[in-house]
């Protein structure tokens, strides 16, 4: 049975038909634009599968992980605790983190199954990379924004922030994160084991 993707428009100028090569480090604006189609794809395919939600989210936290920068999102939502931490600490906070993080946008994102989704715009952003800004469109909804930061520093290209209508994952997971951090008296431990099981 064929999937429902999402329709999927790239209208900025010099689209690109196919997928280049994903370099470190020299990440350009088509090799971006290549990069979130095919995060798009990805995400969608599984998502319009006519799956449970608890399948859907293990097959969707197989896909999101590893186009993710997890690690430097958790140390940045974390903040100076992470600083503190041993290694084998930052490994459990970062896996535990990256588990929530896409069961919590598995969630939203299968909201919009049979979306239009369409790239409007990539911006070179310097040291914090390129931002792929797309539209989508849901049947009976006004059309919203979502904006891709994505960076090729840690070696590979990988999503650093999402950005949708204005609000900033990393910012809003900050102070998510460290809400949960404080009613559990800074202990990092418990709230990597909460993490872990939502």
Do not use: C
């Amino acid at each position: 049975m064929p999937l429902n993707k999402p329709n999927r428009r790239v209208v900025i100028a010099g689209g690109v038909a196919a997928f280049l090569p994903l370099r470190a480090f020299g990440l350009t604006e088509p090799a971006a634009t290549a990069f979130v189609e095919r995060v798009i794809d990805d995400f969608f395919a599984i998502i319009n599968l006519n799956q449970s939600e608890a399948q859907m989210l293990r097959s969707f936290e197989q896909v999101f992980t590893p186009y993710a920068d997890v690690d430097i999102i958790a140390r940045s939502v974390l903040g100076p605790p992470y600083r503190q931490l041993t290694t084998s600490q930052k490994s459990a906070f970062s896996n535990a983190f990256g588990h929530y993080l896409s069961n919590k946008y598995g969630r939203q994102f299968r909201e919009y199954r049979g979306a239009d989704i369409t790239i409007t715009r990539v911006q070179n952003a310097g040291s914090k990379g390129f931002l792929v800004s797309s539209q989508m469109r849901v049947s009976g909804q006004s059309p919203w924004s979502l904006d891709w930061q994505i960076s090729d520093r840690s070696g590979r290209t990988k999503i650093i922030n999402l950005i949708i209508e204005g609000i900033s994952l990393l910012t809003s997971e900050r102070e998510e994160i460290r809400a949960l951090l404080e009613a559990r008296r800074g202990n990092v431990t418990e709230l990597t084991n909460y993490l872990a099981s939502v």
